[in-house]
Each structure stands twice: as structure tokens, then as C-alpha cells.
């Protein structure tokens, strides 16, 4: 058999990463390097000027208040919904894991929703959400109050609806991966703590949540990333109203970038800015879960 020297093995390791490589370069980072630069100037799409700004697009953000409303709108949103998606997710993982009659049909069942496209999801949740929609004829068949005018309507309820409906969406992909990292635990320690006494409620605190620690680090970075680029649901249902109550920064983004011609550095000083704020609050994660020491363990 030939054998390849050092040399060789490096050569063939920078041709099979090349076309890798050459996707990041074009398609990542020469977009974050070019949104970057203009982040700095005054830039027009329509007439293709370009002007020096400085730093007067990231000074305006802290005058804008729309820019907080937007913060606090989406803020509201990932800390509203990743408890709530994590805790969920996790309780069908522990149920489904167990020998139940028919669990492949419920894990096919619940895993469903983040498989199918958010546009057809979100189109079928503004007719549910709607004044005259399902919810709120089972509420009046039931003889409980319900917004007539639609959930989506109400300034107060709008953003609360569609946290709801993506508690829904996300809780079958993050069971996925808790099923995963469940099925990995070794038999052994629950035998153990078997012969021993342990409670299920011990086993699952003293166990499951130490074993899962990697896994849960991953789910919430994640689900903090998504929840901070919330888009696609609130375009669909509500184009960031009724008031502007749903209006979040991703959405914020877009239509500074795609409805004004002339707010194209704005957008990319804002799209740097929540890059930054997710930057931030994956770090937090990290260390209040010290996962590097957990791995070591």
C-alpha cells in the first residue's frame, strides 16, 4: 500500500477543505467584512452613493427610539420563550425515552412542526390567531373572554401569540437533541443509584441534569441565536405592528435595509450591534455552565 508522506497528506487535506473554504470566504466572510464598512457610511441603494459617516449611524441608534422598542420587543421574546421551549423539550424527551407503546409516533408528531416551512406555520397561526378564527370560537364555545378584533391585533397580545406558536415550533427539535444525549447516559449509573435508594427525582438531578449539561449549553446558545434573529413569523403575521409590538431587531433591519433606500449603513450598524449583543449573551452562557470543566469531568 503507498503510503503518503506529511506533505502529501497536508496537500490532500487543503483540496478536500478548498471548496469549504471558498463558500465561507464568499458567502460569509466577505458579507460580514463588507456590512462592517458600510456600517461607516451613508449609502444609497437606489443611486449607489457613498458617503462617509463616521460613527454617526451607531450614534443614532442610541437616539432611536424605535431601536429600543425593538430591543425590549426582542428581549422579551428570547426570555419569554426559551424557558418555556427548553423546560418543554426537555420534559418530552424524558417521557419519550421511556419503553412506551407508540413513542416513535409521538417523536415523528412533536418534531414535525420544526421540519415544515415557518411561512405555512405562521399563515395557518394568523388564521387561528384571527377575530374569527378557531381560538376564539373554542373560547366563546367555552364561554371565556377572547380579543374580537384577533390576537394579532391587540398591542398587548400580539407578541405574546407569537411566542406561543414558537414555543410550539421549537420544542420537537431541541427533544430531539435531549433525546440524544438521553439515550447516551450510561445504564449503569441509574442501576447504581437504584441499589442504592435513590429517588427519580435524585436520579434525575443528580444524573440526567449533570450528563446533559453539554447538551443544554448547545440548546441554548442556539435557541438564543434564534430567538434573537426572530424574522420570518413576525413578517408573515404581523409586519412588526399593531404600534409597532412585535417589531424586533432582525425585523428592524430589514426594513431599514429593504424599504429605505438610503438606510442601508443604518441596517449594517444595526445588524453589528445585535451580532454583538448575541455575542454577549452566548459568552454569559458559557460560563455560568462552565461547560469546559464539565467535558473535562
Keep these: 500500500m503507498k503510503r503518503f508522506s506529511g506533505r502529501g497528506m497536508q496537500l490532500n487535506t487543503s483540496l478536500l477543505l478548498l471548496p469549504w473554504g471558498l463558500v465561507f470566504a464568499v ?50 421574546f428570547t426570555v419569554g420563550t426559551i424557558p418555556f ?50 381560538i376564539n370560537t373554542l373560547l366563546g364555545i ?36 435531549f433525546l440524544a444525549a438521553l439515550q447516551a447516559v450510561p445504564a449503569d449509573l441509574y442501576e447504581a443509584a437504584e441499589l442504592t435508594g435513590a429517588s427519580a427525582w435524585q436520579q434525575f438531578s443528580r444524573i440526567t441534569l449533570p450528563m446533559l449539561r453539554p ?4 440548546v441554548l446558545v442556539i435557541n438564543t441565536i434564534k430567538s434573537f ?20 431587531l432582525t425585523y428592524l433591519v430589514y426594513t431599514n435595509a429593504f424599504e429605505k433606500s438610503d438606510m442601508m449603513g443604518y441596517a449594517s450598524a444595526l445588524a453589528y450591534v445585535v451580532f454583538l449583543i448575541i455575542l454577549v449573551f452566548s459568552i454569559v452562557q458559557m460560563k455560568l455552565l462552565r461547560i469546559d470543566k464539565t467535558v473535562g469531568e
Design 142 to 177: 367555552l364561554g371565556l373572554p377572547y380579543p374580537e378584533r384577533g390576537w394579532l391585533l391587540e398591542p398587548g397580545l400580539a407578541l405574546y401569540s407569537i411566542m406561543a406558536m414558537e414555543v410550539w415550533i421549537a420544542s420537537g427539535y431541541y427533544m430531539v437533541l
Design 27 to 76: 458567502f460569509w466572510l466577505y458579507p460580514l467584512l463588507f456590512t462592517f464598512g458600510l456600517s461607516f457610511t451613508k449609502y444609497s441603494t437606489l443611486s449607489g452613493e457613498v458617503a462617509w459617516a463616521g460613527v454617526d449611524n451607531y450614534l443614532r441608534l442610541w437616539h432611536d427610539p424605535l431601536f429600543w422598542k425593538a430591543l425590549a420587543n426582542t428581549s422579551v
Design 229 to 248: 434573529q426572530v424574522f420570518v413569523e413576525i413578517y408573515v403575521m404581523t409586519r412588526g405592528g399593531p404600534l409597532s409590538s412585535t417589531t424586533t
Design 215 to 218: 447538551t443544554l449549553l448547545f
Design 85 to 134: 421551549t427548553t423546560a418543554f423539550a426537555l420534559l418530552l424527551a424524558v417521557v419519550l425515552n421511556r419503553n412506551l407503546r407508540g413513542r416513535e409516533i409521538f417523536r415523528s408528531a412533536y418534531f414535525l412542526p420544526s421540519v415544515t416551512s415557518l411561512v405555512v406555520i405562521s399563515l395557518i397561526f394568523t388564521n387561528l390567531f384571527a377575530g374569527n378564527g378557531y
